[in-house]
């Protein structure tokens, strides 16, 4: 297995990329289904989820493809002919936003079989929202053999309340909605910009969505959508880490490519750590003070602190000065970078979905491993700033999520590699 090792010290400086959004790019790939023919989607990062879901499309039988050379951002998919709506456990098990493809199925081919994701490393993350939304549409749901199978001649127009916040849920019951007769009222949705990326997709398509990035979406439903040239947004969470990356190196490194009103809350906490965070048009300048502040923390739903930046930001706390309190409100386990910034000498102590973080003066690097996307990102942020070389091991969880994301840090001055197996 790959992994990273990270000499700790160098000051990050220069200019850095961010890639597309890995959570905007899965549910549009997952919207391919809902046209005939072919659509193609620019800036889509080259990452292990990516390439999961065009498996998932592929197994169906959609035609998939990533382009190559200078078209090396491009995937096109193409729905034409008979469809085999079902999204297998093997390939669900290894990423649960294959889930993504359940509303499109059903709406646009009347059946839909798709395994059940199951708990995962940051919580027990259930579906039930998704279920919710699409019985409200009409649709039959049946539980059998470990897969949620759904039926529905057409479905119908409905009022949905959810009643947990759910980004896919918001997503996958939008997508249904799209192709149902009549209108849908959703209600207490998700309002990540990512939601509204997919609204704005689907209206491309002819869909007719209204108030995607509110709480409260309308949708008319359509006849039928057609497929779509779409680039998808940037990454703020990518964004957000390369940020803290400045921060934590004591570093001035400008961020391009990105949307500063998507990175509010990120930007704010960054300030009050004492850094120097300057948004332009499409980009974000982080410049680090000498000494960082502690500052607390609470993740929420957006436009809240992201639940996909708390990680990284313990990393930086690890270091501030003073002793910073970080809730987490969205998974009920999604700590496990704590042990292993343990490891590297930070002082962190866990009561229940709070962490209390004791700034050190020096991390010292060690072997490290990770268990989802974002802990690893922490971990080889703490690394970036820890005496000596660390190892991050595990790096597949990384690469779900970052496209060559030491390749961006080398960029910038840090001393790390990659070590293949
Ligand atoms: N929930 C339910 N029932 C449901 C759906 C969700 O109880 O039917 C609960 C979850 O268990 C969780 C909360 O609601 O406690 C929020 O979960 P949500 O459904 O919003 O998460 P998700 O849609 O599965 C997306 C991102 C995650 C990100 C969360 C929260 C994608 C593909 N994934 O997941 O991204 O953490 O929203 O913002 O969009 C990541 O990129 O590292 C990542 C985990």
Do not use: W
């Not at 190559?68 to 096109?76: F, I, L, R, S």
């Not at 590297?344 to 973080?357: C, P, Q």
């Not at 003066?361 to 660390?390: H, I, N, Q, Y």
């Amino acid at each position: 297995m790959d992994k990273i090792i990270v000499k700790g010290g160098p000051r990050l400086e220069g200019e850095v990329a961010v890639s597309g959004a890995k959570n905007a790019a899965l549910p549009i790939l997952a919207s391919a289904l809902l046209a005939d023919g072919k659509s193609v989607y620019r800036n889509v990062p080259d990452l292990a989820d990516v390439k999961t879901m065009l498996k998932v499309l592929g197994t169906m039988g959609c035609g998939t493809a990533r382009l190559t050379g200078e078209q090396a951002d491009v995937c096109e998919v193409e729905v034409h002919g008979p469809i085999h709506p079902e999204a297998p456990y093997d390939l669900v098990k290894t990423m649960r936003a294959s889930v993504l493809v359940l509303g499109p199925l059903v709406a646009r081919f009347g059946r839909a079989r798709v395994s059940m994701p199951g708990g995962c490393a940051i919580g027990a993350r259930p579906i039930d929202q998704h279920l919710k939304g699409l019985k409200a549409l009409g649709a039959d749901i049946h539980l059998t053999e470990g897969y949620v199978e759904a039926t529905a001649k057409r479905l119908t127009g409905g009022t949905v309340n959810f009643d947990v916040i759910t980004v896919t849920g918001t997503e996958n019951v939008m997508m249904a909605a799209a192709l149902a007769r009549g209108r849908s009222v959703l209600e207490n949705c998700a309002r990540e910009p990512e939601v509204e990326e997919l609204a704005r997709v689907l209206n491309k398509m002819g869909a007719r969505i209204e108030g995607a990035g509110t709480s409260v979406i309308t949708i008319e439903g359509v006849e039928a959508l057609k497929p779509v040239e779409h680039a998808i947004l940037p990454d703020r969470i990518e964004a957000g880490t390369l940020m803290v990356a400045a921060a934590i190196t004591g570093g001035d490194v400008l961020v391009t490519h990105v949307v500063p009103e998507h990175l509010e809350a990120v930007i704010l906490k960054l300030r009050e750590t004492g850094c120097t965070v300057s948004p332009e048009a499409r980009s974000i300048r982080v410049k680090a003070p000498r000494v960082l502040h502690s500052v607390d923390v609470k993740t929420t739903e957006h436009p809240g602190f992201p639940t996909d930046m708390q990680a990284q930001l313990m990393a930086l706390m690890t270091v501030a000065e003073g002793t910073a309190v970080i809730s987490e409100r969205i998974f009920e386990n999604r700590f496990m970078h704590v042990p292993e910034l343990h490891r590297m000498g930070a002082d962190i102590t866990i009561e229940g979905h709070t962490a209390v973080v004791k700034g050190v003066r020096t991390l010292s690097g060690a072997p490290v491993m990770a268990t989802d996307l974002r802990a690893s990102a922490s971990l080889v942020l703490a690394g970036l700033r820890a005496e000596g070389k660390s190892e991050v091991q595990r790096i597949y969880h990384l690469d779900r999520g970052y496209e060559r994301l030491e390749q961006k840090l080398r960029g910038l001055g840090a001393d790390i590699q990659r070590v293949k197996a």
